[in-house]
């Protein structure tokens, strides 16, 4: 999963995407805590949820593009690293191992389905990295007509079966058409998805490592007992850094913003999600 606050082009922020973004995070969160029960199913809308993140990354970095992909890729340096090479020594620690130091830069690509991954869910966050130097890409195949969106996803998909993850394209470029939409909902507005949505990005890269910790200490159960932990995990690390890391990350795409001029994609909008 990666992050993106949910601006809008003028600077406000699409409340509901927060909201989805929460309620994915739990579904996520749900599934690993029933397989040590030997409950899979909830696997299937855990990976779904996955994709619809990248989707929504995809919607919302479109939204607030200015056509800079210099500025811009250190923006999502600045905001998805901290939080994720934090998690990533804490899995390294949890695991007992030396830690892999390319990892920490999103390489090699992790494959969740591997029982020697440190943390499953960084599977993600590296497919997202590499996705954002083709920013430009997805932004030109996702806001013009729908054939041209259309036949770039067929053409990424034909692409994945020799190398399945650049599938991933896919979906951004999904996010991207839709950003012309918007969305409302007043329940997913409401406070709960609402601070669900804001610790999301915390909450998805710290619940397993909590999880393995309590299931192993107390069983099955111990994933259960333990969910007031996960929560206040993600939001200490909310908290001390990743609030920190979006501060600093929208203060590096303000800068050059305020020399834009007329054209409302050259605004100064907070750009970077979970």
Known sequence: MGSADSANIDGRRIAALDGVRGILAVVVLAGHVCKPFGITFL??????????????????????????LAPFLLRRFLRLWPVYAVCLVAAFVIAGQHPVWTQFFWYPYIDPRDPSTINPQTWSLVLEAWAMPFMPLIVWAGTSTVSRSAIA??????????YAPIIVLAFFIAGAYFSRKMLRND???????????????????????VLIIFVKLLGPWGGVLCLPVVFGVAW???????????????RVGAVPARNAKSDPRQSAVPLIDR
């Not at 329940?187 to 490592?209: D, M, N, R, T």
Request: charged residues 10%; proline residues 4%; contains cysteine.
């Open 187 to 209: 329940w997913l507005e409401s406070a709960i998805p609402q601070w669900l949505g804001k610790v999301s990005y915390s909450l998805y890269l710290s619940h397993f490592l």
């Open 43 to 68: 696997l299937i809308p855990s990976h779904v949820a996955v994709c619809l993140f990248f989707v929504m990354s995809g919607y919302v970095l479109t939204r607030a593009w200015d056509g800079r």
């Open 153 to 162: 996803m067929l053409l990424i998909l034909c692409a994945g079966v020799f």
């Open 236 to 250: 200490c690390i909310w908290f001390a850094l990743e609030r920190p890391s979006i501060w600093l990350s929208r």
